[in-house]
Every structure is written in C-alpha cells, then in structure tokens.
C-alpha cells in the first residue's frame, strides 16, 4: 500500500501563520500575530491564503481541528437553521414557570434561547390562600444572521454574480465618444 504524500514543508513562519489562521480565520491579524508587520498584513495574508501550500496546510489543520471536536457541516447547520427558524410560538411556560417546547415545535428549538428570566410572586389573602404566579421573559437568539447565512448556505445568496447579455451571450458594448466644447464658440 502507498504511503500518503508528506505535507509540503512551510517556514516557520508559514506555520506560525496557519497556526494564528486557525484562531478565528482573521487573515490580517493572523499575519500580525505571526510576526509579520500590520502595515503589509492585509496583502500578506491574500497572498499566504492564495499559495497552494499554506491553504492546503489550513484546511488540513480545519480537518484535524473538526475531527477532534467531532463537528461536522451538518451539525453547524442544523444549530443555525435552529436560530434562523425560531419563533415564539415554539415554547409554552409551564403552571411552574418553567419554558418547555410546545406542541409540534422542532426538537432542536431550545437552542434558540438566549436567556430565560423567571420572576415568582407569592400572594397570601386574608383567608391565608396563597397565591403563587410567574412571571417569565424568554428571549431568543437574533435572527438576521442565521438567517443570512442559512439562505446562503441553500443558495439564495450566491457568493458570485454572473451578468450576460441577450441570449445569455457577452453583453454588447456601444463605443462612445465625446466631444470638448469651448463654451465661448456656443455663444458666438
């Protein structure tokens, strides 16, 4: 059996780059942090993320980083299809204050949840009843960028857009020409 083609060498550098690309996939501040100085880091990192090394290096260290969390492209999708989907009539409060799912709501919907306040009040009248009643706030996660990035993801937003002229063929271009008026040859 073959043995798997070795990595291809980077510098020391190069690895402290893709090390620091790997933090949060900030190119400029990857660059910056690897040593590089923040006045080229912008053009430094194009030009690292577009050389087949270091981008093979990268998406070899996302492969690992993803095998060792054990995420998959599903998983990340389903959680923001959880955010981008949410609404309110997913939950009901319970008679003890609690939030649970209501009927039919998708089984991934409390993740949507950003934060629960729960208020009890106890209330005695001059019988000695005793009241007891909850107040609850439920507040979801914001929508618009799950949604942004869900759509995407589906192909809603394309990343490229390609224009055509008539029949989908180049679009015609009219070569134009202007002339120079001296403003007093008009008057004379």
């Not at 969390?69 to 609404?87: G, P, T, W």
């Not at 039919?104 to 934060?115: H, L, R």
């Not at 134009?176 to 040859?185: A, F, G, M, Q, T």
Request: net charge negative; charged share 30%.
């Amino acid at each position: 059996m073959p043995e798997p083609e070795a990595a291809p060498k980077l510098t020391a550098r190069q690895a402290a780059f893709v090390a620091e690309y790997l933090i949060d996939l900030n190119g400029t501040q990857a660059a910056i942090r690897a040593g590089y100085s923040p006045t080229s880091a912008g053009e430094d990192a194009c030009l690292f993320l577009k050389d087949p090394k270091i981008a093979s290096a990268i998406e070899r260290g996302k492969a690992q980083r993803n095998q060792r969390l054990n995420i998959k492209q599903d998983d990340v999708f389903h959680e923001m299809s959880a955010l981008a989907m949410s609404r309110i009539d997913h939950y009901v409060v319970t008679d003890d204050g609690q939030v649970a799912l209501a009927e039919g709501a998708p089984d991934n919907a409390m993740a949507a949840v950003q934060s629960i306040k729960r208020k009890k009040t106890v209330k005695e009248d001059r019988e000695g009843n005793v009241t007891i009643t909850y107040d609850v706030e439920l507040r979801l996660w914001d929508k618009p960028q799950p949604l942004k990035l869900t759509g995407r993801h589906v192909g809603l937003y394309p990343d490229k857009v390609e224009h055509s002229g008539p029949g989908g063929g180049p679009i015609p271009v009219e070569m134009l020409r202007s002339v120079i008026v001296d403003p007093k040859e008009v008057h004379e």
